[in-house]
């Protein structure tokens, strides 16, 4: 059974936007928060500390890309940063 994977954020950078959308992620922003609706490739996991988790994708060759995203949650979703980062 595959489950919707949902992001509410309120601060996204660009290059984190773009590379979730080159993965056909879904992104509506409004009122100052984007919705994220992860495509079913996504690989989400808990980063370092609580507060983190990871978005990642597979390559070709079944490895992790080099590029990741990072989610840093907060309580008042306005306040969650999502990032790119390298491996």
């Not at 660009?14 to 079913?40: D, F, K, M, R, Y």
Request: aromatic share 10%.
């Amino acid at each position: 059974m595959n489950t919707a994977k949902v992001i509410t954020s309120g601060n996204i950078s660009e290059e984190a936007q773009a590379w979730l959308l080159s993965h056909e992620c879904t992104i509506e922003t409004s009122l100052g928060l984007s919705i994220i609706l992860l495509s079913i490739e996504a690989e989400v996991e808990r980063g370092q500390y609580d507060h983190e988790y990871t978005i990642a994708f597979y390559d070709e060759e079944g490895e992790y890309e080099p590029t990741y995203a990072v989610v840093y949650l907060e309580i008042d979703a306005y306040e969650t940063r999502i990032s790119l980062e390298r491996r």
